[in-house]
T-cell receptor
Framework: KAGVTQTPRYLIKTRGQQVTLSCSPI?????VSWYQQTPGQGLQFLFE???????NKGNFPGRFSGRQFSNSRSEMNVSTLELGDSALYLC???????????????FGEGSRLTVL | AQSVAQPEDQVNVAEGNPLTVKCTYS??????LFWYVQYPNRGLQFLLK??????LVKGSYGFEAEFNKSQTSFHLKKPSALVSDSALYFC????????????FGTGTQLKVEL
């Protein structure tokens, strides 16, 4: 069974640009969550999607947005990039969004964004 | 708000010795607690979770964790450490919003030496 696939793995952008990151969850998983990992702030929750609906949202500015498609693939977008957006962006999938499997996440290897 | 604390930035242990990585939590209501491990340049891997039931939870790769309600702790343990266990370990708690929103600790770097 293929794992969570994130593309691109590495990218470099300049301030003011925008970026779109893609995540393909494990087959059959309908929940996709996004996390930002930085040395200073650690791991921070961005948002969760389940069946194309945003289920939860973290404390990030409106420049950070996401969506989920009918095949459960998800994208996140960051507009008007700032230096502080440099981070490892991790996508995680789960079979559900509640019940006994809640919180049991399968992470991709991440997309490392560098903003210059 | 839900939170977890990992008081140690780094833990060093000799191979073959028992290891403990500490975590304390603060939640309103029943805690949903998790341990994840991250190897260099990789995503996180789920190790184990506590939702309800036995206070001693067994997980992947020989790891276990002990839930202690009175001390609000959820320490990760392994009876005999391996060099390959060297990695970054994160404790996490499910957030108030439910679902798969997790609040992670700051992480503890485990170094197992020969």
């Amino acid at each position: 069974k293929a794992g969570v696939t994130q593309t691109p793995r590495y990218l470099i952008k300049t301030r003011g640009q925008q970026v779109t990151l893609s995540c393909s969850p494990i087959s059959g998983h309908r929940s996709v969550s996004w996390y930002q990992q930085t040395p200073g702030q650690g791991l921070q929750f961005l948002f969760e999607y389940f069946s194309e609906t945003q289920r939860n949202k973290g404390n990030f500015p409106g420049r950070f947005s996401g969506r989920q498609f009918s095949n459960s693939r998800s994208e996140m977008n960051v507009s008007t990039l700032e230096l502080g957006d440099s981070a490892l962006y991790l996508c995680a999938s789960s079979s559900g969004t509640g019940g006994v499997n809640t919180g049991e996440l399968f992470f991709g290897e991440g997309s490392r964004l560098t903003v210059l | 708000a839900q939170s977890v604390a990992q008081p140690e930035d780094q833990v060093n242990v000799a191979e073959g010795n028992p290891l403990t990585v500490k975590c304390t939590y603060s939640v309103s209501g029943n805690p949903y607690l998790f341990w994840y491990v991250q190897y260099p340049n990789r995503g996180l891997q789920f190790l184990l979770k506590y939702i309800t039931g036995d206070n001693l939870v067994k997980g992947s790769y020989g790891f276990e964790a002990e839930f202690n309600k009175s001390q609000t702790s959820f320490h990760l343990k392994k009876p005999s450490a391996l060099v390959s266990d060297s990695a970054l370990y994160f404790c996490a708690v499910r957030g108030a919003g439910g679902g798969n929103k997790l609040t992670f600790g700051t992480g503890t770097q485990l170094k197992v030496e020969l």
